[in-house]
């Protein structure tokens, strides 16, 4: 719910009961005033979301109260109230910052359209400047020929149709937001909210305010009544990147908002229902944390309604020269460059390598390549960075060969690359942690896994890096 406090100013008694006690049956919270004094006293002392403000009153002009309002850091909707309307009254308040104008006497029905609309406004006002402070690098649709990929194009469609809560599963750099966000967008709530919440990105003392949002005074710095991202996503979708991260404590209250759709914010004792469509990533195996009671194992029931799993690049290599293509195309507009093409030796070096990153890694290696490349070029081997095609060719170490022609599993691969980025980084977790676009957290969990072991030799041990 957008709008929870009203303060109500009216001198006229009856008019100030009718309109108050309407209100309290729709569950507002409402401060009834009759003076413009007192609705400053009301306003000085907590946050209200909507003010109805009579025109004319016992210590001054509604209107001086309006203007007053708007001067405010934390600014109610005011809709201002008055017997003696005018077209030029009317005006002159919206001018002044007024988000409707009621003639008495009015009806319920006109309070209930003017709170509707609020609702709708205050809504729009926040998730917007959620939006604004997000920033995304998912800036492309899921692009591929193979089998696998026209596979799941299918089941998108399929799954969009539905209400189902879904739980999209793939190594980092697959594109599993990608999947979420057509989902999203040939589903029937594609009009309203997308909110992503990255699990991963966010304190663990601060992500249940973050999901659920706090009352003022919830805890210290909680100057402002917030909503979350919960509520933000009402009548839309959340995705929830990452939710191998959640704390178990966290994990709990989610099983609640998807099994009775309500929720309280922090420090609050208000019951808020919520329609929102629950689609969660997670680039981990959620059975196996499951039987490690990492992850609860209701919760994992309740997302994996839908499990999608996204296939990793080197699964459909026969996908890498048209991505290629295709980054190419997008970069070469970026940055101002004019490339004519990938030579055969490029294609080839790009369909040898072992593509750990996925098609992240993929995108990054054609940016770069891109602007090393002379204009009016061809991308070489030598623009890539992957080194010799006997390096990258599939039976190579760097693509998991050991000695005697076998390979590496894909976990000792990604432990021989998270080793590869700490040393590049000679030893900063939060550079390495950024350059395999995962977060400190997910970093520190995985060099825990592996107990200060180098991937190098099962002889030698190191110290893992802080």
């Not at 008694?13 to 309407?22: D, F, P, Q, S």
């Not at 879904?166 to 709530?189: D, P």
């Not at 917030?226 to 709990?252: K, M, Y």
């Not at 490029?346 to 390549?369: D, M, T």
Request: proline content about 3%; hydrophobic content about 35%; some cysteine.
């Amino acid at each position: 719910m957008s709008i929870e406090k009203i303060v109500v100013l009216e001198d006229d008694a009856i008019v100030r009961k009718n309109l108050e006690t309407y209100l309290r049956r729709r569950h507002y919270d409402v401060a009834a005033a009759e003076t413009i004094a007192d609705a400053q006293d009301y306003l000085s002392r907590d946050n209200f979301d909507v003010v109805f403000v009579d025109v004319r009153l016992p210590d001054g002009d509604g209107t001086d109260l309006l203007k007053q309002i708007q001067s405010r850091p934390q600014k109610p909707l005011v809709v201002m109230m008055t017997g003696f309307g005018s077209v030029e009254s009317a005006v002159d308040c919206m001018k002044n910052g007024a988000f409707d104008y009621l003639i008495k006497p009015f009806s319920n029905e006109q309070i209930e359209v003017t709170l509707r609309k609020a609702e709708e406004f205050t809504q729009l006002l926040n998730v917007n400047r959620y939006l604004s402070q997000e920033t995304s690098d998912s800036e492309y649709d899921l692009l591929g020929r193979s089998p696998a990929m026209e596979n799941l194009r299918q089941l998108i469609r399929k799954v969009a149709r539905t209400q189902a809560t879904v739980l999209i599963q793939g190594e980092s750099g697959t594109g599993k937001e990608l999947v979420a966000r057509a989902i999203y967008r040939e589903s029937s709530r594609s009009a309203a909210p997308f909110i992503r919440v990255n699990c991963a990105a966010i304190p663990e003392n601060l992500i249940e305010s973050e999901f659920f949002g706090h009352e003022r005074g919830a805890f210290t710095g909680a100057l402002n009544k917030r909503e979350g991202r919960f509520e933000l996503a009402h009548g839309g979708t959340i995705l929830l990147d990452e939710i191998s991260e959640v704390s178990p404590s966290v994990q709990a209250k989610l099983l609640r908002v998807l099994q009775e759709r309500e929720l309280e914010r922090v420090g609050g004792n208000r019951t808020i229902k919520v329609d929102v469509r629950v689609i969660a990533t997670t680039n981990r195996n959620l059975e196996q944390s499951v039987e490690k009671k990492e992850f609860r194992q209701d919760l994992f029931f309740r997302l994996s309604v839908v499990p999608i799993r996204v296939p990793a690049l080197r699964e459909r290599i026969e996908d890498v020269p048209h991505l290629a293509e295709e980054f190419m195309r997008r970069f070469s507009r970026k940055h101002g460059v004019n490339v004519k093409g990938l030579t055969d030796g490029a294609v080839n070096a790009l369909k040898n390598h072992s593509w750990p990153g996925n098609v992240r890694e993929l995108q990054n290696v054609i940016e770069r390549a891109v602007i090393l490349c002379e204009d009016s070029g061809m991308l070489e081997p030598d623009h890539l960075g992957l080194g010799s095609d006997d390096q990258n060719a599939p039976g190579s170490d760097s693509a998991g060969a050991v000695g005697d022609g076998s390979f590496h599993t894909l976990a000792e691969l990604e432990k021989r690359h998270i080793f590869g980025a700490l040393e590049r980084c000679k030893g900063n977790r939060t550079h390495a942690a950024k350059i395999l676009d995962v977060s400190i957290r997910t970093l520190r969990n995985k060099l825990h896994e592996y107990n200060g072991t180098s991937p190098k030799s099962d002889e030698t041990k190191s110290t893992l890096p802080e």
